[in-house]
T-cell receptor
Framework: DAGVIQSPRHEVTEMGQEVTLRCKPI?????LFWYRQTMMRGLELLIY????????DSGMPEDRFSAKMPNASFSTLKIQPSEPRDSAVYFC???????????FGAGTRLSVL | DQQVKQNSPSLSVQEGRISILNCDYT??????FLWYKKYPAEGPTFLIS?????DKNEDGRFTVFLNKSAKHLSLHIVPSQPGDSAVYFC???????????FGTGTRLTIIP
């Protein structure tokens, strides 16, 4: 099993630009999570999907953030426009619905200059 | 409001000694708890878990203890090895709810 795959691994962009992060969950998993890791808040849940449907997006910080899951094997997290305070590591994780153990990708380190 | 708290940002332990990482939670609905380990430039990986019907779960060198009345759990690593140097995250959930709430992490450094 390839695990959860995230791309890109690193993204450097300028303030105001659109950023799109991508995630492929583990095959067969039907829950997908997007997290942001910061020093101050640790791992924050941004949004999660069950069967491609957004269930809880209360962690999405602002309208600049949006996430989609068009099918069971692909999800995107978009930031438009990006700001320097969005700089962080973004993780995607997947599991089965009702499963407690989430499996994480290697993350995308985003730097907004 | 941080529902899962790891009050020690860092911890240094001599190789071979016991490492104890602590975690407190405030939400009494939490009934399943996990520890994740994270190396630099990698995603967190599951380490060990415990449900609220138990007060201890052991897996090799790793033991998690749960004190429900104090809303406190701890991870014991014994003996500590250099490869245990990582950031450890505590997480909690309601049973049957796949959503996890994570703490801020504790960076463990094992000194050779």
């Amino acid at each position: 099993d390839a695990g959860v795959i995230q791309s890109p691994r690193h993204e450097v962009t300028e303030m105001g630009q659109e950023v799109t992060l991508r995630c492929k969950p583990i095959s067969g998993h039907n829950s997908l999570f997007w997290y942001r890791q910061t020093m101050m808040r640790g791992l924050e849940l941004l949004i999660y999907f069950n069967n491609n449907v957004p269930i809880d997006d209360s962690g999405m910080p602002e309208d600049r953030f949006s996430a989609k899951m068009p099918n069971a094997s692909f999800s995107t997290l978009k930031i438009q426009p990006s700001e320097p305070r969005d700089s962080a590591v973004y993780f995607c994780a997947s599991t089965n619905i009702g499963g407690n153990i989430q499996y994480f990708g290697a993350g995308t380190r985003l730097s907004v200059l | 409001d941080q529902q899962v708290k790891q009050n020690s940002p860092s911890l240094s332990v001599q190789e071979g000694r016991i490492s104890i990482l602590n975690c407190d939670y405030t939400n009494s609905m939490f009934d399943y708890f996990l520890w994740y380990k994270k190396y630099p430039a990698e995603g967190p990986t599951f380490l060990i878990s415990i449900s609220s019907i138990k007060d201890k779960n052991e897996d090799g060198r790793f033991t998690v203890f749960l004190n429900k009345s104090a809303k406190h759990l701890s991870l014991h690593i014994v003996p500590s090895q250099p490869g245990d140097s990582a950031v450890y995250f505590c997480a909690a959930s309601d049973f049957g709810n796949e959503k996890l709430t994570f703490g801020t992490g504790t960076r463990l450094t094992i000194i050779p």
